[in-house]
C-alpha cells in the first residue's frame, strides 16, 4: 500500500470512528463538513434516513466501541471507499449490536459519508 492510500485509509477510519462519538455526532458544524447533501442510511432498525433526518441537538449521550471491531476498507475507486466493521453502541438501557458499511466519496477537498447501512446482529 502506497504512502496516500494509507494516509487516506487512515483518515476515512479516524472520521468513522468520529461519527461515533457523542462529541462529534452532536456537533452540526462536524456534521455539515463530514455528512455529504446526499447522505442516506438504512439503520439496524431497518428504518431509512436522509441528511436532513440529523439533527445534532436532539441526540442523547451515549457510548460505542472504538476502536471499531472488524473494520476494514476497501477503495472502489480513487474518489470513493467502502468501510465495513462491527459496531457496539450503548446509550441508557439499550445496548446494541450491529455490521456496518458506509461508502466515503472525497468530493470538495475532503472525505464526506454519503452512504451508512447498520444489520442488527447478536454476539
Known amino acids: 500500500m502506497d504512502d496516500s492510500i494509507r494516509q487516506q485509509s487512515i483518515l476515512?477510519?479516524?472520521?468513522?470512528?468520529?461519527?461515533?462519538?457523542f462529541e462529534h455526532r452532536s456537533n452540526g458544524t462536524w456534521l455539515?463538513?463530514?455528512l455529504h447533501d446526499d447522505f442516506?442510511?438504512?439503520?439496524?432498525?431497518?428504518?431509512?434516513?436522509?441528511r436532513v433526518n440529523y439533527v445534532p441537538n436532539s441526540i442523547a449521550p451515549f457510548e460505542a466501541t472504538i476502536p471499531?471491531?472488524?473494520?476494514?476498507?476497501?477503495?472502489?475507486c480513487h474518489e470513493c471507499a467502502l468501510a465495513t466493521y462491527d459496531s457496539e453502541f450503548k446509550?441508557?438501557?439499550?445496548?446494541e449490536?450491529?455490521?456496518r458499511s458506509s461508502i466515503w466519496v472525497y468530493t470538495d477537498d475532503r472525505w464526506q459519508l454519503i452512504?451508512?447501512?447498520?444489520?442488527a446482529f447478536k454476539p
Open 40 to 50: 442516506a442510511e438504512v439503520g439496524r432498525s431497518g428504518q431509512r434516513y436522509k
Open 12 to 21: 476515512i477510519k479516524e472520521l468513522e470512528e468520529g461519527m461515533w462519538t
Open 97 to 99: 449490536f450491529a455490521h
Open 32 to 34: 455539515d463538513r463530514y
Open 115 to 119: 452512504y451508512h447501512q447498520g444489520t
Open 91 to 95: 446509550q441508557g438501557d439499550k445496548h
Open 68 to 76: 471499531l471491531p472488524n473494520f476494514e476498507l476497501k477503495f472502489i
